[in-house]
Nanobody, 125 residues
Framework: QVQLVESGGGLVQAGGSLRLSCVAS??????????MGWFRQAPGKERDFVAA????????YYADSVKGQFTISRDNAKNTVYLQMNSPRPGDTAVYYC????????????????WGQGSQVTVSS
């Protein structure tokens, strides 16, 4: 069984910074073979793609709305993927989810194999 556990969410002021972490575990789960993605869902809205990183970390993808503002990274030795959020805006308020996909790095949520439980991020103005 694979588990993805997000942490680091909370309340942040607009213009501040926040880093989300997602730790993956599982008896037969090889983190370095999985592309990882971050998605978010605001109240009353659909889940949206935020960022993704390939299993080696060599390729990254971002939604246009967060390019230049958020940075995705990973540490395969720690089975962890990060989302650095710089200068967030109130519009970035959402539950943030990490997801894992075997040997691929999709930008569509439905293509992912495993999901975390989510971490609330609230950006105050």
């Amino acid at each position: 069984q694979v588990q993805l556990v997000e942490s680091g969410g909370g309340l942040v002021q607009a213009g501040g910074s926040l880093r989300l972490s997602c730790v993956a575990s599982g008896r037969t789960f090889t983190f370095s073979r999985y592309g990882m993605g971050w998605f978010r869902q605001a109240p009353g809205k659909e889940r949206d793609f935020v960022a993704a990183i390939s299993w080696s970390g060599g390729k990254t993808y971002y939604a246009d709305s967060v390019k230049g503002q958020f940075t995705i990274s990973r540490d395969n030795a720690k089975n962890t993927v990060y989302l650095q959020m710089n200068s967030p805006r109130p519009g970035d308020t959402a539950v943030y989810y990490c997801a894992a996909k075997f040997m691929s790095t999709p930008t569509v949520g439905g293509d992912y194999d495993y999901w975390g439980q989510g971490s609330q991020v609230t950006v105050s103005s």
